[in-house]
């Protein structure tokens, strides 16, 4: 069975920082490339930024200098760093694994004030 259970979020002033992190099990986690989103009220489900089995990253253009991802295969766990946080940047935050199907975690809130 494949579970991902984020944590991690919570309220921060603009400009602050949080990190989140994302618990796998049932896959053999190494392997498999890695992603968080996010979803804020009325808009649909973005890609914030991914990272492959490799390392290798990519991130989306709002998030650029700001976000950091991370995997450490030894905790089956996927982070994601980050900084100089706006109010825009509110939502929750949901991570994603590919893995015949695709499976999501429950997702953490992020909210910034201004």
């Known amino acids: 069975q494949v579970q991902l259970v984020e944590s991690g979020g919570g309220l921060v002033q603009a400009g602050g920082s949080l990190r989140l992190s994302c618990a796998v099990s049932g896959i053999i986690f190494r392997i498999y490339a890695m992603g968080w989103y996010r979803q804020a009220p009325g808009k649909q489900r973005e890609l914030v930024t991914t990272i492959n089995s490799s390392g290798r990253t990519n991130y989306a253009d709002f998030v650029k200098g700001r976000f950091t991802i991370s995997r450490d295969n030894a905790k089956n766990t996927v982070y994601l760093q980050m900084n100089s946080l706006k109010p825009e940047d509110t939502a929750v935050y949901y991570c994603?694994?590919?893995?015949?199907?695709?499976?999501w975690g429950q997702g953490t809130q992020v909210t910034v004030s201004s």
């Open positions: 994603k694994v590919e893995f015949g199907d695709t499976y």
